[in-house]
């Protein structure tokens, strides 16, 4: 194969560049209102889901609101997606935390954790509670 060839195959190989979901951001930025969008949410409860599976544009800004009911001691984990986002802030009992990274977060009792990002490297990345097996105890988030 010659090497223009190779290249223009390699081209149509890769991923999309990310696109933010509005052109006119103003001073915020990606952080804009129209960049925003539908918030996620999961739901730690003992034997119950965790959520639907969903599908995230790379460069837009998304809120996930974790909700405990307190049944049980559970956490979720999904490094793979943590390191596929850019964290802008964990809310917890109206206290914001701004991490460098995450791996987890663990539910003691019941509560609410809003996590604040935007979705940046595409792929599939699951978001599990640790330890567990059922299908309906993961999702996936799909960012293109």
Known sequence: MRIPTLLAALAL?????????????????????CNRGEPIQLTLASGEPLGEDVVLQSGAYY??????????????EGPSFFRAIWMNEIVINKIEI???AIDSIEFDKAGEAELSFIAIKPGAHVIRIPGSHGESQQITVQIQ
């Open 13 to 33: 190989a890769s991923p999309a560049a990310a696109a933010p979901l509005c052109t006119d951001m103003g001073f915020a930025g990606l952080l804009a209102s």
């Open 63 to 76: 809120k996930m609101i974790i909700t405990a009911d307190g049944s049980a001691e559970l956490a979720i």
């Open 98 to 100: 701004r991490p460098m």
